[in-house]
């Protein structure tokens, strides 16, 4: 850009060039004339006719020079400012050099640039953009003492106006900002770009009348049509950059939140090259190393082979560019060279432009294999511990100790199994007493019960905890009958020396249930004498015997028939326990 000063220096310096010669001829003019006066006496009429002649000629040459000057020196200022304005779409500097040299070219006292602000309604109000005084200064708000009808009639008729005294000018008689501000000379120019008005440039002289002339009209119109161009392509580019600036910061935010995806996102186009790749996409596919984008989805597991789908998924991805429709939820098991066997969900989506025309395919994957893996332990979890004493329990608050309970405690136990596993070999053995110890154990579930534990060929649970149940001995009773009657079911699948059976002792009684154990190994468990009892009360059943405590029959004595037994002597019981025998349930 232009410096300010250079561009002063440069148009003034016709104006000292112009002063130098139009005063060396009216210096020469005015001594003629002088000469005629004096010795006009002296001289013959003729010669004294033809000096006045010359003198008057001379007069006219030098306001004939004054005019040339004066509109080369206007010519000069408005390719000057015409290339300021040209060479910069930042447009605030530039006006300011602008509006300071037309103040100074028309010898205003102020000049003001006003600009129309549209708003979403419409057609907006004209505000000024900027205000300069003659000593090259930003004029204060307070001072934008203005006429305002001059400047509603320049905008009405797109036409400019000049008045060299507005005091006395009859279009503006009932003017009341002229009388109120004392305005004296104006001169307001439109502002058009194809033909519509975009603004007015607004210049006065509070002091001197007369000041303006045709001459500053038409140089002051010749810029306004330079200006109006060269705002208008300012107003674009900040138009342009504002919303350049604004796409970045939309782009910027869609990369953020893009990377940000925790699940993995593959586009693709209508060839099969991968257009974006997410950061999430490549850690799940084991390419963290590697940029995806540019690549061939042929060459990228698991795209590159059916892997364990009915369909090989680059064909489903293609499928999707054909047919414009969605896939969803196809779960893929690859195998992924940096990670193995994986399991994966994929949601295949056309990507359409603004016609609805596919230009290729969005690719979502969602990793499961770790979700498979937690899915896989809490199953087997639940195989080892009830599935009520899960619900109960909170990860995130473990904490050894327990709380007092009334429960119903259950043992039974496989009779005869220590002679027996002296016969078979080891894997077998191990088979039948699942078959057995999984019988007991579908029994107590069917009446949920909680499994505290397996002990050898021996089966802990209890009811009443950690849901209470207001029939728990019952429920603890008929899961013994269950067991009992499920044994032949067993014994037809076994051979006969392979029949073994079961023992069963209940007790009621208060127990301690809660997380036994070390921060590094708990067992959720029950501790107390009501436990002891119930494996003392167990132990000595009978082959397919159901023995249970008196605190145990008076709970459920209205419901099950039983037969009294002699009293069981209980190691570490100082007097024998009262038991009764199950018969069975009353009808």
Not at 58 to 64: M, R, S, T
Not at 70 to 96: F, G
Not at 369 to 396: C, D, G, H, Y
Request: glycine letters at 6%; hydrophobic letters at 40%.
């Amino acid at each position: 850009m232009m410096n300010h000063s250079v561009l002063l220096t440069h148009a003034s310096n016709g104006t000292i060039t112009q002063s130098t010669e139009v005063d060396q001829i009216a210096q020469l003019s005015r001594q003629i004339l002088e000469l005629v006066k004096t010795h006009y006496r002296e001289l013959p009429q003729p010669m004294v006719e033809n000096l006045n002649l010359t003198g008057t000629s001379l007069a006219k040459i030098g306001q004939a020079v004054k005019r040339a000057y004066d509109e080369r020196t206007n010519l000069q200022a408005l390719t000057e400012i015409s290339k300021v304005v040209n060479s910069s779409l930042e447009i605030d500097e530039v006006l300011r050099i602008v509006m300071d040299t037309i103040v100074r070219l028309t010898n205003a006292e102020r000049g003001f640039l006003m600009m129309r602000e549209v708003s979403q309604a419409g057609q907006g109000e004209f505000k000024i953009w900027i205000a300069r005084n003659w000593e090259q200064e930003s004029i204060d708000s307070l001072e934008h003492a203005i006429s305002r009808s001059v400047i509603d009639r320049v905008v009405a008729d797109g036409e400019p106006i000049l008045t060299t005294n507005a005091q006395e000018d009859p279009r503006f008689t009932h003017a009341q900002s002229i009388i109120m501000h004392n305005l004296r000379s104006i001169l307001c120019v439109p502002l058009k770009v194809k033909g519509e008005l975009t603004g007015v440039i607004y210049a006065d002289n509070r002091i001197q009348s007369g000041i303006f002339s045709d001459a500053e009209k038409s140089l002051l119109m010749s810029f306004a049509n330079q200006a109006a161009i060269a705002l208008e392509n300012a107003r674009l580019f900040e138009a342009a950059r504002r919303t350049l600036a604004e796409v970045t910061e939309l782009k910027n935010l869609m990369d953020n939140v893009f990377a940000s995806i925790a699940s993995g996102v593959i586009t693709t186009d209508l060839r099969g090259q991968v257009t974006l790749c997410n950061q999430a996409a490549q850690v799940i596919l084991g390419n963290i190393q590697h940029e995806l984008t540019g690549h061939d989805l042929k060459e990228i597991a698991p795209f590159k082979g059916a892997e364990a789908t009915e369909k090989n998924l680059y064909e489903q991805v293609q499928q999707v560019c054909r047919t414009g429709q969605d896939i969803v939820g196809m779960e893929v098991n690859p195998v992924l060279p940096d990670r193995g066997i994986v399991n994966l969900i994929f949601n295949l989506s056309p990507l359409k432009d603004a016609a609805q025309s596919t230009q290729g395919v969005a690719i979502v994957m969602n990793d499961l294999t770790e979700n498979k893996k937690l899915e896989a332990q809490r199953r087997l979890f639940e195989r080892m511990v009830s599935p009520a004493v899960i619900s109960q329990i909170n990860p995130n608050q473990l904490q050894l100790g327990g709380k007092r309970a009334e429960i119903t405690v259950l043992f039974a136990d496989v009779r005869g199994f220590t002679r027996f596993s002296e016969r078979y070999d080891p894997v077998e053995l191990v088979k039948i007493l699942n078959l057995h110890l999984a019988t007991v154990a579908e029994a107590v579930l069917d009446h949920e019960g909680t499994i505290d534990k397996f002990l050898g060929d021996a089966v802990m649970a209890w009811y009443n905890a950690p849901i209470p149940q207001a029939d728990h001995t019952l429920r603890a009773v008929l899961t013994a009958l269950d067991i009992r009657k499920n044994l032949p079911l067993i014994q037809a699948s076994l051979p006969e020396d392979a029949h073994l059976s079961f023992g069963v002792g209940i007790h009621f009684g208060e127990a301690v249930l809660g997380l036994v154990g070390t921060e590094k190994r708990v067992e959720y468990t029950a501790i107390g004498d009501s436990v002891n009892t119930a494996k003392r009360i167990q132990e000595n059943c009978a082959a397919g015997q159901i023995l249970i405590s008196k605190t145990a029959y008076a709970l459920v004595k209205e419901h099950i028939e039983v037969r009294a037994v002699e009293p069981v002597i209980a190691k570490g019981k100082s007097q024998p326990l009262e038991v009764y025998e199950v018969l069975g349930r009353k009808a």
